[in-house]
């Protein structure tokens, strides 16, 4: 993953570029039921739902993988016949997902797991190390609270539950959007707000928690 970030006074746009998956190149949305898995830690696990997560393959089974996110959080991925295999943007089959490659999977999210709608092989990247240090992505820490900062455009009335959970491209793009930014947690859902914005919601990391993003799916600010 190589990712700029473009951050200009309270209120400006957060721009992301270079990221291999692009969000306008995503398409698909997961529809099998996840594995259940305990909850895990930096925010409240919301029922399944599409969302997804960036990181680095480090471990292959008959069913699936594994991968780690650029902070640490292991995350169990199972595929089916209708997962669907990309390079960059290209087509490809299940023959690309190796150890050590950078993915950005999507898919049906529960918790630490997820049902593989679409993997994004992402050559030569990171899995989101650079953008996560850059953005400031704080760890999951047992005990320890989230900081009450935020980062450029956060609605004003804003309280979290608020919107409607929204699925397949929509919900792809707008986790796209939002893990070029803000790399190293899972999204476990998308919320589409009344002003037709979308609240992605990151768990598994202690900040931030709450991505913005607009109608066309450009990061606007995250707390």
């Known amino acids: 993953m190589n990712i700029s970030l473009l951050s200009k006074k309270s209120g400006a746009l957060i721009a992301a570029v270079g990221l291999t998956c692009a969000a306008a190149g995503l398409l698909g949305a997961g529809t099998a039921s996840a594995a259940a898995a305990p909850p895990v830690g930096g925010g409240p696990a919301a029922g399944p739902a599409d969302g997804g997560a960036t990181g680095i393959i480090d471990s292959k089974s008959a069913t699936g993988f594994t991968f780690a996110t650029a902070t640490g959080v292991e995350v ?92 397949g491209t929509t919900a792809d793009k707008a986790t796209a959007a939002a893990q070029a930014v803000v790399p190293g947690g899972i999204v476990d859902r998308v919320v589409r707000l009344s002003d037709g914005e979308y609240e992605v919601h990151n768990i598994s990391i202690n900040w931030p928690h709450h991505v913005f993003v607009s109608a066309d799916f450009k990061v606007l600010g995250y707390e």
Do not use: M
């Open 76 to 167: 169990t991925v199972t595929e089916d016949s209708s997962t669907k295999y990309k390079v960059g943007n290209h087509p490809a089959s299940v023959n690309v997902v190796k150890t050590g490659e950078s993915v950005f999977v999507l898919g049906l999210v529960d918790s630490a797991a997820i049902t593989a709608s679409q993997v994004v092989v992402q050559p030569g990247g990171d899995g989101g190390a650079a953008a996560a240090e850059a953005a400031g992505v704080i760890a999951f820490q047992q005990g320890q609270p989230s900081p009450p900062k935020s980062v450029g455009q956060i609605p004003s009335d804003y309280t979290e539950g608020d919107g409607t959970i929204v699925s």
